[in-house]
């Protein structure tokens, strides 16, 4: 029988391991489904779902909306830029102003701050999930990474898995070492020091400062962008320095294992941490493939979330 007792997916870290596989299976068969490109169910109709990007996003948003529309659910984006959030209107008076015009029966946000979608959640009669908020967390994304990552390995258990980059300011590199480290995996991070935070997300993680300490072995590499947005200053002394040092290149790569595969959960900044020949490896990169997973993962969460009796 599925497990799944969750109201909301504000973060990975509510989640338990069956929990996580419940998303998962879930997701793999609407993985399957999609194979047909006219694939349409009507699963959430009648429902609406609450678009709130206070963030720019392309995967994430795209995905998400797509997701809905294939479940059948009405789907309602809210342009911020062009809202009255601008003209002083508090968060709260924004939210409850939109949940009474929308009725919502789901609600997607991605915010800056940390712990926006809980706020929301606290106050909204319906799921919230989170699609990535502050550096907390982007639960989403990490779980479509494990479904990529089944899909390439067969399981996430025992795999060594090296996320490289900006760790310090990533909600991916925190939603990835929670959920990789609660189904089994080895994880290690690689950082520079100024991008290396004192403490991790998630315990049993190793940290590592150079790529050729921490590659060796490992079966998948995720590499991050710099999330200068998020940086009070600039954490790096260049581009080019940086690529240098922590960029994957062909000649990095080859010092994980031989079948080891390449993820980023975009957007890229090629040439900065990632070579041009790695991200569009046909052989190695799952980087197209973690983005059209992006769908049947929020099919599978907004199924599991509102179609509940
Ligand atoms: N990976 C990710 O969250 O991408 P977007 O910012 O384009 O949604």
């Not at 694939?39 to 809905?68: C, H, N, P, Q, W």
Request: proline share 5%; with cysteine.
């Amino acid at each position: 029988m599925d497990t799944f007792t969750q109201s909301h997916l504000t973060g990975v870290a509510a989640l338990s391991a069956e929990e996580i596989d419940t998303i998962l299976e879930r997701a793999q068969y609407y993985a399957d489904q999609l194979a047909d490109a006219s694939y349409r169910s009507d699963l959430l109709k009648g429902k609406t779902i609450l678009s709130l990007f206070f963030e720019d996003s392309t995967r994430t948003r795209v995905s998400f909306e797509m997701a809905a529309r294939r479940l059948g659910a009405d789907w309602v984006n809210i342009d911020i830029d062009r809202s009255s959030v601008n003209k002083g209107e508090s968060f709260l008076d924004t939210i409850q102003t939109l949940l009474a015009i929308t009725q919502p029966h789901g609600i997607v946000v991605r915010h800056k701050e940390y712990g926006a979608p809980d706020f929301i959640a606290a106050h909204a009669p319906c799921p919230v999930i989170n699609a990535g908020d502050s550096w907390r967390e982007h639960p989403t994304q990490a779980l479509l990474d494990a479904l990529t990552i089944k899909q390439h390995k067969g399981t996430l258990k025992d795999l060594r898995i090296a996320i490289c980059g900006d760790i310090a300011h990533s909600r991916v590199a925190a939603s990835n070492m929670i959920l990789l480290t609660k189904m089994g995996g080895d994880v290690r991070v690689i950082a520079p020091e100024a991008l290396m935070p004192d403490k991790l997300a998630a315990e049993g993680v190793t940290k590592f400062h150079s790529l050729e300490d921490g590659l060796p072995g490992c079966d998948i590499v995720m590499m991050l962008r710099l999330q200068k947005e998020r940086m009070e200053q600039s954490a790096i002394p260049s581009e080019a320095a940086y690529f240098n040092e922590y960029g994957l290149t062909q000649d990095k790569l080859a010092l994980a294992k031989p079948d080891a595969l390449v993820m980023h959960p975009g957007p890229m900044n090629r040439g900065v941490e990632i070579a041009d020949d790695v991200a569009d490896d046909p052989h190695r990169s799952l980087i197209l493939k973690q983005v059209a997973n992006g769908v049947p993962v929020r099919m599978a969460v907004m199924d599991l979330l509102l179609n509940k009796p």
